[in-house]
């Protein structure tokens, strides 16, 4: 069974970190463009970030996330990473992955996209 999980959601003081975890089992990542959508309560799911498939352009990133966010990959463990730094209370979502085969990230046009996979969602919560 193809499936996508996220984890490393939580509670997080404004201005801390965490990296959330999107592992893959069933297929093999390398081979699909990866891309990590959030959503808040009342809002529209937003496109945060974009990882190609192997060979493909660099990265993306939604302006929300430019210069805090990092995406990268693991082939190893069949992972795809976002490291968020600085978070601030617009931060708080379900942040969910979503797997596209063989596509190269390129600007905003990622969020835009129908993906083959997705994960269920993990919370993350920015607060004092």
């Known amino acids: 069974q193809r499936q996508l999980v996220e984890s490393g959601g939580g509670l997080v003081q404004p201005g801390g970190s965490l990296r959330l975890s999107c592992a893959a089992s069933?297929?093999?990542?390398?081979?699909?463009?990866i891309a990590w959508f959030r959503q808040a309560p009342g809002k529209e799911r937003e496109g945060v970030s974009c990882?190609?498939?192997?060979?493909?352009?660099?990265?993306a990133y939604a302006e929300s996330g430019k210069g805090r966010f990092a995406i990268t990959r693991d082939s190893a463990k069949n992972t795809v990473y976002l490291q968020m730094n600085s978070l601030q209370p617009d931060d708080t979502a379900d942040y969910y992955c979503?797997?596209?085969?063989?596509?190269?990230?390129?600007?905003?046009?990622?969020?835009?996209?129908?993906?083959?996979?997705w994960g269920q969602g993990t919370q993350v919560t920015v607060s004092s």
């Open positions: 979503a797997a596209l085969v063989g596509y190269s990230c390129s600007g905003s046009a990622f969020a835009k996209l129908s993906y083959d996979y």
């Open positions: 069933g297929f093999n990542l390398d081979y699909y463009a």
């Open positions: 990882i190609s498939s192997r060979g493909g352009g660099p990265a």
